[in-house]
Every structure is written in C-alpha cells, then in structure tokens.
C-alpha cells in the first residue's frame, strides 16, 4: 500500500486519508481458508483486529489525530498480514502488500 502523503498534508489529513483506505481495504478483502478450518478462524481474527483497529482510528480522529493514525496503521497492518501469508485475499497493488 502506497501512502502517497505529501511534505504539507497534516496530521489529521493523513489520518482521514488512512482510515478511508482502510474502509475500502476491509469492504475488499475476503477470507480464503475453508469454513471450520484453523486457518478460517486465524484469517477471521485478523479481519476482526482490523476492524477493531478502524473503530479506534475512528474514534481518535477528533480527539487526537496521531493515536487515530497509528490506529489506522495498524488496521491496514493486520489486514497484509493475512494477504502476504496467503489467508486472505486482496488483489488491489494500491490496498494491499502484493506483487503487481
């Protein structure tokens, strides 16, 4: 996932632009293993994290903008570790850690 910031974007700004990427990350992506599997449940608790994480973001934006940024760091962080161990599927080179 590209951040794509620039030198002048704010904290704030960032924060916004990282939880809408998130948003859209989370809306994409989809659990591989089958139904009932170990793995099933692994890649479900990283979507549930992720999820989690976004809440936190979301509810930090006003309040403190660098906690609602890391937090949504974090949510985007669960969500390519599945992806990049292979439990979850997320296509999108500008969403997830894969190779174009």
Do not use: C
């Amino acid at each position: 996932m590209s951040s794509g910031g620039t030198a002048t974007e704010s904290v704030r700004e960032r924060a916004e632009r990282y939880i809408s990427i998130t948003r859209r990350a989370l809306s994409l992506v989809e659990v591989v293993p089958p139904p009932g599997s170990e793995l099933r449940k692994t890649a479900e608790l990283l979507v549930d994290m992720a999820r989690r994480y976004l809440s936190d973001a979301e509810y930090y934006l006003d309040k403190d903008p660098a906690t609602a940024l890391a937090a949504a760091s974090y949510a985007h962080a669960w969500l390519d570790v599945g992806v990049v161990i292979g439990i979850l599927k997320g296509e999108d080179p500008k969403l997830f850690m894969v190779e174009p």
